[in-house]
Structures are given as structure tokens and as C-alpha cells.
């Protein structure tokens, strides 16, 4: 990804998972996107520089236009070093076109070739959609988290 389209991706990715958030039940509407903003600058410190991350632009192959972006990086597991998908986006305009499954199958090449040999990534259980690409690509659930909501009576 280049320098001046870091910006962009950082507004794409904290709007994109402030709703997710929020669709989730995770987080409330009004703190959404200061919440994932900072998730975010946590996550990335150094932007594009911060050390075992790697960021790429989805590029349609038709026109050469950017579609998307997806952001993994390395992180610990079970004492090993694994690849883990912070963050796939495709633009509205390009969903259900392949697109996704596309960037997702070129993940799994580079983190092969820097010999990680798993790959994983967390999905919100509103986005459905998500779910069934990751299953037909052979991903599997490894966690699940859960909640209901109670109805409240006065507290004692």
C-alpha cells in the first residue's frame, strides 16, 4: 500500500469496524468510532512502518482500480508465530464478485511464504456473509462469544 493511500485505509477500516462493532452489540453507536480508531492506532503504531504487519491494496484485474484493502500481520499463538487477518475490505460496489475470496487466497500465499504456517482471523456474527466465505476457504471457528440481553428490574 502506498504512503498516501494510508489515510484513506485508516478512515475505511475505523468506519468499517465501528459498524461492525456496532452491529455486533460490542460497542454503542456514539462510541464506535473513537473506539475503533484507537483500537486501531493501537494496533498499527507506526502505520504502514510498525513492524509485522503487512498492508496491500485489492486491485480489480479488469481496470486496475482499487477495490480494497487487506491488513495481516504475525502474532503469537500456542507459542508459534501465525498470520492473522486484522482486516479485508472490499468497497460496496465489488462484493459478491470473487474479490474477496481472491485477496483472501493471496494472503494465504504470502503468509506461506513467510513460513506461517496458520492463518486466522476473527468474524463479528452479524456479518453472515463473511462466515461463509471463511468456511468455504476451509477456515473452521476455533472461539465463539456469545451474549443476551436481560430485562433489567430496578437494582436493589
Known amino acids: 500500500m502506498p504512503n498516501e493511500h494510508f489515510e484513506a485505509f485508516a478512515e ?10 456496532v452491529a455486533s452489540g460490542k460497542w454503542a453507536e456514539h462510541e464506535s468510532e473513537q473506539l475503533a480508531r484507537s483500537e486501531f492506532d493501537r494496533l498499527l503504531p507506526q502505520g504502514l512502518a510498525t513492524p509485522s504487519h503487512y ?6 484485474e479488469t481496470n486496475s482500480s482499487v477495490i480494497g484493502f487487506v491488513w495481516f500481520g504475525t ?57 461463509a466465505l471463511y468456511r468455504s476457504l476451509g477456515y473452521t471457528v476455533t472461539s465463539l462469544s456469545m451474549q443476551k440481553p436481560l430485562a433489567t428490574r430496578g437494582v436493589a
Not at 55 to 60: M, Q
Open 12 to 21: 475505511a477500516v475505523a468506519r468499517s469496524h465501528a459498524e461492525d462493532g
Open 55 to 60: 498492508l496491500y491494496e485489492v486491485i480489480a
Open 75 to 131: 502474532v503469537p499463538r500456542r507459542r508459534i508465530d501465525v498470520a492473522f487477518v486484522f482486516q479485508i475490505f472490499i468497497y460496496p460496489a465489488y462484493r459478491r464478485r470473487g474479490h474477496g475470496r481472491a485477496a483472501l487466497v493471496q494472503v494465504e500465499a504470502l503468509a506461506s511464504g513467510l513460513g506461517l504456517p496458520e492463518i486466522a482471523l476473527n468474524v463479528f456474527g452479524s456479518n453472515v456473509g463473511a462466515q
